[in-house]
C-alpha cells in the first residue's frame, strides 16, 4: 500500500500513486522493516529535480520493479526540501562511501537506519559503467540474505565513522581584516576573468560571494572586489542561465560560459539573487543590475506567490513540448523557426540578433537560450519592448512547468529581506507590501507561541515537520530587513523571539551552532555544516541576524553568539571561500560596527522620508536601520533619540561612539558610504 496520499509535500504526492509501497518517514516504516527482516530504501529528492523526475519514471512507475521492491524492501520516500536533516546525514554518508553527491539519492539501510550501501540516479539497464537499478536491488538482497552479520558490520562501522567527525573551530578568534584579505586572495585565484564567476562547469550563481566581495570593497576600497562583483553581475545577467523575457534565474549552467542552464527555477536563487542585484545598483548604479532586480522580484511575484502570500518553492526543469513529452528547457527555448512564427520574418531576424538564437542552436535539437550576447549593439528600445512582450505572449502559450507549491520558511525569509529592500530602493511599495505579507505568513502559519518554527507549509496548513537553524536564522533575517524598511518595530520583537530560540536550543557549549534543535527527532547523526551552499549555511546565516539583532537592542549576548560562530569564517576564509561567503560577509559587517543608524521624525515630514531612504541606501556593511516618531521606544536603538532643532534627525553610532545627529541627508550619506 502506497502510504504517501495524506502527505504536504509536492514532492512525496509525485508519488502517490507509484506502485511501489511508499512510506513516509516514520517510526512505522522502520517498525515494518523490523518485522519483516528487510532493509530500508530511503529515496530523496525534491520536486523540481530533473533526474528524480526521471529515475521515477523509468523504475518507480515500473510494475515489475515496483514488485521487486514491495517484496524485499521497505521503500521510504523523502523530501530533501522539507527534512534537510535527513538529507544532510545521509548525503555525508554518500559523500564519504563515493566521493560524490546528488538527487535523487539512494541509500540502502538496516531496520536502525543504519546505512550500509549508497548512490544517485541509478538507470533502468546497464549504462555507462552504472549498474542497473534491478542489478542494486539483486545484489543489495543477496547481501542482506546471505552475509547479514557483514551487511550489519559495515553499517555500524559508518554510523560509527560519522559519529567520530569533529568539526573544530576556534570560537575564542574573531576573523580580522587579514583574514578576509586572505579569503579576497582565494576569490581572485579561482576568478573567471574571461567569462566572469568562479570556477569552471558546471557554474552556480554566487549570490553570496558577490555579497562578500561588495561589503570588503566598501570596507577597504578594493577595486578588485568590486570588479569580480560587477563582472560576474554583467555575465550572469546577459547569459541564459537569466530569463531574458520573464525574468529570474535558472539554478545553474551547465557550462562555464553561463549559456545553457539547467532550466529549475529556484525561489532561494533569486530570492538571494534578487538581493543582491539591488546592492550591486545600490553600489555602482548599474542600470543592468538595477533592472535584474526588479524583473527578478517580479518574477517571484507572478510566478511563485501563493494564494497564502507566501512563496512557493521551485518551477520544474521538465514541461510539456507540445507532443506529451516532458522535455527539460522545452518552455524557454526558441528555434529560429519558432520565432517566425511568433514575430514574423522582421522582427524575428531582430530578435534571433538580439538574443543570440543560432540555426544551429545553443541547446538540443537546433533550440536556443536567449541570451544577449552582443553589449554594445543599438537597438530601439520601443521596438524591443514589444518584441519582448509578443514573445513573452507566446511562450505563456506554451504547457507551463510545474510548480512546487510549499512554502519553506528560510527560502521565504530570504524572500521578505529581498522584496523588502528592493521595494524600498526603487520606490515598489507593491514589492515592500508582499513582503509584508510573506511576513504575517510565516508569522500565522508557521510559528507557535514559543518561538518555535514549522519549516514547511501547503495551502496555508503548517507541515509537521520542525524548522531547522537556517529556518529561524533566515526568517529573522528577513524580519530585521522588513523592520528597517517599515519601521515597524514588532519585526524586531519577533526575530528576537526567534534568536532566542536559536541561543536555547541550537548553541552549543563551545558557541557553534547545530542545524537541529536539542529537542528534535534523533537521527544516526546531529547535523552540523557551517558551509554554505545554495543558501547561507544556517550558522553563518545566524551569525548575521544575531549580530544584526545586537546592534537593533544593545544585546551583548547576542553580540556574543555571533562573534563566537564567526570564528568559522577565520578558519575556513582563506582555504574555502566560496564555501564560507556569508560568514565573510557577515565579518565584513562586524569589522565595520556594523553601523546602527536611527532616523527620528514625524512619519509624513519629508525630512523623515529623505533621511530614512539615505539611510537604506548607505552601502556600509550590514548597517541596520530604524525609524520611529519622536519618543518611540519600538526598537531599543531609538530610544532616547529626538528631534534636533524641531527637524528630523539621524543618529548614527558604531561600536561604543556616536556621531552628533544630522538632519542634512547628504551628510549622512557621507557616514555611510
Request: hydrophobic share 40%; glycine share 10%.
Amino acid at each position: 500500500m502506497n502510504r504517501l496520499g495524506d502527505t504536504t509535500s509536492p514532492y512525496l504526492l509525485q508519488h502517490a500513486d507509484n506502485p511501489v509501497d511508499w512510506w513516509p518517514w516514520s517510526p512505522e516504516a522502520f517498525e515494518e522493516a523490523r518485522r519483516r527482516g528487510v532493509p530500508v530504501l530511503l529515496s530523496v529528492g525534491y520536486s523540481s529535480c530533473h533526474w528524480c523526475h526521471v529515475m521515477a519514471h523509468e523504475s518507480f512507475e515500473d510494475g515489475a520493479t515496483a514488485g521487486y521492491l514491495n517484496e524485499h524492501f521497505v521503500s521510504i520516500k523523502v523530501d530533501r526540501e522539507e527534512r534537510p536533516d535527513i538529507d544532510a546525514v545521509y548525503m555525508e554518508a554518500v559523500q564519504a562511501a563515493t566521493g560524490q553527491g546528488g538527487w535523487p539519492m539512494t541509500v540502502f539501510m538496516t531496520p536502525d537506519a543504519e546505512p550500509f550501501y549508497f548512490g544517485t540516479y541509478f538507470p533502468p539497464e546497464p549504462r555507462h559503467g552504472m549498474p542497473s537499478f534491478p542489478q542494486v536491488l539483486e545484489g543489495v538482497r543477496t547481501a542482506w540474505t546471505d552475509r547479514r552479520e557483514e551487511v550489519g558490520e559495515v553499517a555500524r562501522r559508518i554510523v560509527r565513522d560519522l559519529s567520530e567527525r569533529t568539526l573544530a573551530v576556534d570560537t575564542a578568534r574573531t576573523p580580522a581584516a587579514e583574514d578576509l584579505h586572505a579569503a579576497l586572495l582565494g576569490l581572485t585565484r579561482e576568478f573567471d576573468a574571461v567569462r566572469g564567476g568562479f570556477g569552471g562547469a558546471p557554474k552556480f550563481p554566487p549570490a553570496m560571494t558577490l555579497e562578500f566581495l561588495l561589503r570588503h570593497h566598501v570596507r577597504t576600497g578594493s577595486e578588485a572586489a568590486l570588479e569580480m562583483a560587477s563582472a560576474t553581475g554583467e555575465a550572469m545577467a546577459r547569459g541564459g542561465i537569466y530569463d531574458q523575457l520573464g525574468g529570474g534565474f535558472a539554478r545553474y549552467a551547465v557550462d562555464a560560459s553561463w549559456t545553457v542552464p539547467h532550466f529549475e527555477k529556484m525561489l532561494y536563487d533569486n530570492a538571494l539573487l534578487c538581493r543582491v542585484y539591488a546592492h550591486l545598483w545600490r553600489a555602482t548604479g548599474s542600470e543592468l543590475a538595477r533592472r535584474v532586480a526588479l524583473q527578478t522580484a517580479d518574477f517571484m511575484i507572478h510566478e511563485l506567490r501563493t494564494a497564502q502570500g507566501g512563496f512557493a518553492s521551485a518551477l520544474d526543469a521538465d514541461s510539456d513540448d507540445g507532443t506529451g513529452r516532458h522535455v527539460e528547457g522545452a518552455y524557454y527555448v526558441w528555434t529560429p523557426e519558432q520565432l517566425r512564427e511568433a514575430l514574423g520574418e522582421e522582427d524575428a531576424a531582430l530578435a534571433a540578433h538580439y538574443f543570440g538564437v543560432t540555426e544551429e542552436g545553443t541547446f538540443e535539437e537546433g533550440a536556443s537560450v536567449l541570451q544577449l550576447p552582443d553589449s554594445e549593439q543599438l537597438v530601439d528600445a520601443a521596438k524591443l519592448a514589444a518584441v519582448r512582450a509578443r514573445l513573452l505572449g507566446a511562450r505563456e502559450r506554451r504547457h507551463r512547468p510545474g510548480r512546487d507549491d510549499k512554502v519553506v520558511a528560510a527560502w521565504n525569509g530570504l524572500a521578505i529581506a529581498a522584496l523588502a529592500e528592493t521595494g524600498a530602493y526603487f520606490d515598489r511599495p507593491d514589492l515592500v507590501q508582499a513582503a509584508t505579507d510573506a511576513a504575517d505568513l510565516l508569522v500565522r502559519t508557521h510559528m507557535d507561541w514559543n518561538g518555535r518554527l514549522f519549516r514547511t507549509s501547503l495551502d496555508g496548513v503548517a507541515g509537521g515537520h520542525a524548522g531547522v537553524l537556517e529556518d529561524y536564522a533566515d526568517v529573522a533575517e528577513g524580519f530585521l530587513a522588513l523592520s528597517a524598511v517599515t519601521g515597524e518595530g514588532v519585526w524586531v520583537d519577533f526575530a528576537g523571539l526567534l534568536l532566542d530560540t536559536v541561543l536555547v536550543h541550537f548553541t552549543a557549549e563551545d558557541g557553534a551552532f547545530y542545524d537541529t534543535a536539542d529537542d528534535a527527532e534523533a537521527l544516526i547523526r546531529r547535523p552540523q555544516d557551517p558551509t554554505d551552499n545554495a543558501t547561507p549555511s544556517g550558522w553563518t546565516a545566524a551569525a548575521g541576524a544575531l549580530l544584526s539583532y545586537a546592534a537593533y537592542t544593545g544585546s551583548a549576548t547576542h553580540r556574543q553568539a555571533a562573534e563566537k560562530a564567526l570564528g568559522i569564517a577565520a578558519v575556513l576564509g582563506a582555504r574555502a571561500p566560496r564555501f564560507i561567503s556569508w560568514g565573510l560577509a557577515v565579518a565584513e559587517a562586524l569589522l565595520d560596527g556594523p553601523r546602527e543608524v536611527a532616523v527620528v521624525g514625524p512619519a509624513d515630514h519629508p525630512g523623515t522620508r529623505a533621511l530614512h531612504r539615505t539611510a537604506l541606501l548607505g552601502t556600509a556593511p550590514g548597517a541596520v536601520v530604524a525609524v520611529g516618531e519622536p519618543g518611540s521606544e519600538e526598537v531599543p536603538l531609538l530610544a532616547g533619540r529626538g528631534l534636533v532643532d524641531d527637524r528630523p534627525a539621524a543618529y548614527v553610532c558604531r561600536g561604543f561612539t556616536c556621531d552628533a545627529p544630522t538632519s542634512d541627508a547628504g551628510a549622512l550619506a557621507e557616514k555611510l558610504g
